[in-house]
């Protein structure tokens, strides 16, 4: 149970710690080449937030099937749905922290 804890409470990081990579790196490209358009502004998150989030589940090995403690019959499917959760974790924390900070009065993020 504590390793399962452990595990979950992992990917919640990887998935902060991608979140700020991708507003740290790529806003400000988006913004250099002038994308303003809100759809695809958020094409391009989505997608990179989705390749971020394998290439994390594949250099730290971590593994949603493991948490539920369910047999892997192919590695790599394993960490690519877990990295498509936890790059989709960045999409969730990214409305979570704008809608927080829209309650604070402190909102800005490049999604709008």
């Known amino acids: ?9 992992f990917m919640l990081a990887l998935a902060f710690a991608g979140e700020a990579a991708i507003e740290f790196l790529v806003s400000p490209l988006l913004d250099i080449v002038k994308v ?18 394998v290439l994390l ?3 730290y090995n971590v593994s949603i099937a493991a948490v539920f403690h369910a047999e892997v019959i192919n590695p790599d499917v394993d960490a690519a749905l877990t990295g498509l959760l936890i790059g989709r974790g960045f999409n969730w924390l990214h409305r979570f922290f704008k809608q927080f900070t ?5 909102h800005r993020t490049p999604l709008g």
């Open 57 to 59: 589940a594949l250099g």
């Open 1 to 9: 149970m504590q390793e399962t804890f452990r595990d979950i409470v």
């Open 36 to 53: 303003q358009d809100r759809a695809a502004r958020t094409f391009t998150f989505n997608c990179l937030s989705a390749v971020l989030g």
């Open 102 to 106: 829209v309650q604070l009065g402190q």
